[in-house]
């Protein structure tokens, strides 16, 4: 199956991801974390991913389409259906200098995984010096009617285990930047790919392979002077659809995009809140103690006294993801709860 | 010749002369360290918790023995003696006990949760068994990737082959015919259920053929019978065959842990281990009757193993605990901790 040759095309990329870019020269998420996986892939010969039906079959969402016929088998190694396995081998491989990329079909499967994850992936370096560069990858989130077992968000879970950087980005050049950067990082990573965005959103992405977005950054996805909302992930595009419309109602609203939830980067938060004086913490994960409890205590102890409103959260309840479009809309955060929060806040 | 002792053939002794001393000076050892940890701490003088492997020494030096150094091991708890066997320094592994930065995991985890990954190639233990089955494999994927000959070696007990993970492990090693050796070291309790309440069948070994690997029993009563059919299967793997699976049966003397009496555990199944299975006698024995150690031999590597212990113990006592400072240091590769010396300013005396 390896060392087929690939045809160069118009644009020089034959099987490769990037020639499935639009016209425009844009890229999808989906198509942006292909991207940096191929590159990373052709760039160290220690990369190596494994996970179920990514081979032939391409992934359950496609993402390693074209991979096996161009890195060969043992690169993109299809496993049985063993996630704790799955886990356990990346372990060993990287104990051994390999640095695999494990893809897990949906991030609900992680739950299948979670001895191996917790127990060892997170803890093996602090009680034994040995790096683990192993990167996994999971399509996380909700709000595509696909219920309560491929919907969820499982970042805090694996935040409370310790030794994981979790990152969730919201858009394809910090996807493909921040996988780049996970693969090549010494550490453990778990990287959340929104399944909502994969092919939702598109944009400009960097072509250049050495173009990396770091782990741990925020960004300010949108100015504003009235009140932050801190967010990460889908709810970064409900965010910036609120901030819209309440632009047109005269209330400025700063967006910030967390795009690594673990560590996050308290910095750029509390830089935000120093300007605004107000918080709305947003996110997909389970209210009570999701990654906003985090961000949102942090707020209350460390900028205090720039609060001119208490720090809101708003967040799913802590239940299972429903299925029916009415349970899941009003399950989920939508733009008018956006909208109504930031109004709330700006005027109290 | 007419004689009760066995006759020299190569059969016997797949070792030399040399070897097989060394053999009988890890099961001395290994016997030895367990019933003076015990003893300290029964007195109270060892902190923490004691995972006695006694009477199942002729399994751990046997499956140890079969590997080299670069091949990795993936024990567990009750399994310290084939880390002895790997290579372990005593008074290290000893420093790790008493919580001491000098130990392996500088205090990081304790007793025999330990692995020295960059010296001898094994895998510090974690409790949730058999959780370094899958482990194994991946460090098998990347020799076998490398087609540098080297092999993976993974131990569990008898409770472990219960778990989920033992099946996804054992399976997806056979599907990719994976240089891997997996051993169960049946001492036939998992703390204090007996194997008939953790597997239906006769055996562990018969689970084998349903992987499409080789299933091999042996007694681990005779280390040399461990060791001969353990080194079949090292070969093997090395060789591109692929994984065995490997029972090793013994009893497990003590309890579970220091605080378990193992009442559950019946007087004549314990007196007849003790009287006809003792690994660590009917190998001592053995060279005696084949005249490869004398009795004066016996007694001075007793001596020297004891001297060793001492020394280990003043080692492990004289060896500061870590700094508290440190706590949090060595979570992320980046901070260095890991790759710089420790800070040594704990005292040795605790808290």
């Known amino acids: ?348 | 010749m007419a004689t009760n002792v066995r006759e020299r053939t190569e059969a016997d002794r797949p070792l030399p002369d040399e070897r097989l001393r060394e053999v009988l000076r890890l099961l001395k050892l290994a016997r030895y360290f367990d019933e003076r940890m015990e003893a300290l701490y029964r007195q109270g003088r060892l902190p923490g918790a004691i995972y006695s492997g006694r009477g199942q020494e002729g399994t751990h030096v046997g499956v140890a023995y079969a590997l080299e150094p670069t091949d990795s091991l993936f024990p567990t708890h009750r399994d310290l003696t084939a880390q002895l066997t790997k290579g372990l320094e005593l008074k290290r592994v000893m420093a790790q006990y008493w919580g001491r930065i000098d130990g392996y995991l500088r205090g990081r985890d304790g007793n025999s949760h330990i692995g020295d990954w960059y010296g001898n190639r094994t895998f510090a233990v974690m409790s949730h068994l058999p959780i370094a089955y899958p482990v194994a494999c991946g460090a098998a994927l990347a020799y076998q990737r490398a087609g540098d000959r080297r092999v993976a070696m993974a131990i569990c007990g008898d409770g472990a082959t219960s778990n989920g993970r033992w099946h996804e492990a054992i399976n997806t090693s056979a599907i990719f015919r994976l240089p891997v050796v997996w051993v169960v070291n049946n001492n036939r309790f998992a703390y204090s259920t007996p194997n008939r309440g953790e597997f239906p069948i006769p055996t562990i070994a018969e689970r084998g053929a349903s992987y499409g690997i080789p299933g091999v029993r042996v007694d681990g009563g005779e280390v040399l019978e461990v060791y001969a059919a353990t080194k079949e299967a090292v070969d093997r793997a090395r060789d591109g065959g692929g994984p065995t699976l490997i029972e090793s049966v013994s009893l497990r003397w003590r309890g579970h842990a220091g605080h378990d009496p193992a009442k559950y555990m019946p007087a004549e199944m314990l007196e007849d281990a003790m009287a006809n299975h003792d690994p660590v006698r009917n190998f001592q024995e053995q060279l005696l009757g084949w005249g490869v150690v004398s009795e004066q031999d016996v007694a001075k590597l007793q001596g020297d193993i004891e001297r060793e212990f001492d020394e280990g113990y003043e080692y492990a006592l004289a060896s500061p605990f870590p700094e508290p400072g440190d706590v949090t240091k060595g979570l992320w590769v980046e901070d260095g901790y890991w790759t710089s010396p420790p800070g040594r300013g704990g005292g040795t005396e605790a808290g």
């Open chain 1, 1 to 348: 199956m390896s060392g087929v040759a690939v045809e160069a095309g118009a644009a020089g990329h034959g099987a490769e991801p990037r020639g499935k870019r639009g016209d425009d020269g844009q890229a999808t998420y989906l198509i942006a974390i292909a991207e940096a996986l191929w590159e990373e892939m052709e760039r160290d010969e220690r990369v190596f991913m494994l996970g179920e039906d990514i081979g032939a079959y391409g992934g359950a969402f496609k993402v390693t389409e074209g991979f096996i016929e161009r890195f060969g088998p043992e690169r993109v190694l299809d496993t049985p259906i063993v996630e704790e396995t799955i886990v356990g081998m990346a372990v060993g491989a990287a104990m051994e200098g390999l640095r695999p990329v494990a893809e897990f079909q949906y991030a609900d499967f992680m739950s299948s995984g979670f001895d191996e994850i917790t127990t060892v992936l997170s803890r093996y370096h602090y009680r034994a010096g040995v790096p683990l560069p192993v990167v996994l990858r999971a399509p996380s989130g909700g709000g595509v009617r696909a219920s309560s077992f491929h919907s969820t968000n499982p970042e805090p879970y694996f935040a409370h285990a310790g030794g994981i950087k979790i990152m969730c980005p919201a858009f394809p050049s910090d996807a493909k930047g921040l996988l780049k950067s996970a693969i090549r990082d010494d550490n453990p990573s778990l990287f959340l790919e929104h399944k909502w965005i994969y092919r939702r959103i598109k944009e400009q992405v960097p072509t250049e392979p050495d173009v990396l977005v770091p782990i741990g950054k925020a960004d300010v996805k949108l100015e504003g002077s009235d009140v932050s909302v801190i967010t990460y992930g889908a709810m970064v595009h409900k965010a910036l659809e609120a901030a819209e419309s309440l632009a047109q109602r005269g209330i400025s609203t700063e967006v910030v995009d967390l795009r690594t939830v673990h560590p996050f980067d308290e910095d750029t938060v509390l830089r935000s809140i120093e300007k605004t004086s107000r918080a709305l913490v947003l996110y997909e994960s389970f209210r009570f103690l999701g990654i906003g409890s985090e961000v949102a205590a942090t707020i209350a102890e460390r900028a205090f006294e720039h609060l001119d409103a208490p720090v809101m959260r708003l967040a799913p309840p802590n239940i299972p993801v429903p299925f029916s479009p009415t349970l899941e809309d009003a399950f989920l955060p939508q733009v008018a709860d956006i909208e109504a929060a930031v109004e709330r806040l700006s005027t109290w």
